[in-house]
Nanobody, 128 residues
Framework: QVHLVESGGGSVQAGGSLRISCAAS????????MGWFRQAPGKEREAVAT????????YYVDSVKGRFTIAQENNKKTLYLQMNSLKPEDSAMYYC?????????????????????WGQGTQVTVSS
């Protein structure tokens, strides 16, 4: 069992930055794949970024490439999403997800259904 808790969300003006975090507990092994998903009102949940933990190979949705960075803390217990040059379209509830028994291909495919554990979410609001 893995428990995930997000933090660091808030309100920021367009062009600003936020770093959100995901703390993992309940299992000494964080997982083979972790990621960030987001869902805005009237929109389907979408994958933002995923990371294959062993190799640090990463997936980013096109809309955040060059602006967002997913990273794992050295102790492997915390996952970060550094969000720069934020846009109003980035406003959403951001969820952390983990899959201990993932594969590289599934991790990079970033399908929400392939992730077992989810956090409660942290709200990010970007104003213009």
């Amino acid at each position: 069992q893995v428990h995930l808790v997000e933090s660091g969300g808030g309100s920021v003006q367009a062009g600003g930055s936020l770093r959100i975090s995901c703390a993992a507990s309940g299992d000494t092994y964080t997982g083979t794949c972790m990621g960030w998903f987001r869902q805005a009102p009237g929109k389907e949940r979408e994958a933002v970024a995923t990371i294959w933990l062993g190799s640090d190979k990463k997936y980013y949705v096109d809309s955040v490439k060059g602006r967002f960075t997913i990273a794992q803390e050295n102790n492997k217990k915390t996952l970060y999403l550094q969000m720069n040059s934020l846009k109003p379209e980035d406003s959403a509830m951001y969820y952390c997800a983990a899959e201990p028994w993932s594969s590289y291909g599934r991790c990079m495919a970033a399908a929400g259904a392939t992730f077992t554990y989810w956090g409660q979410g942290t709200q990010v609001t970007v104003s213009s």
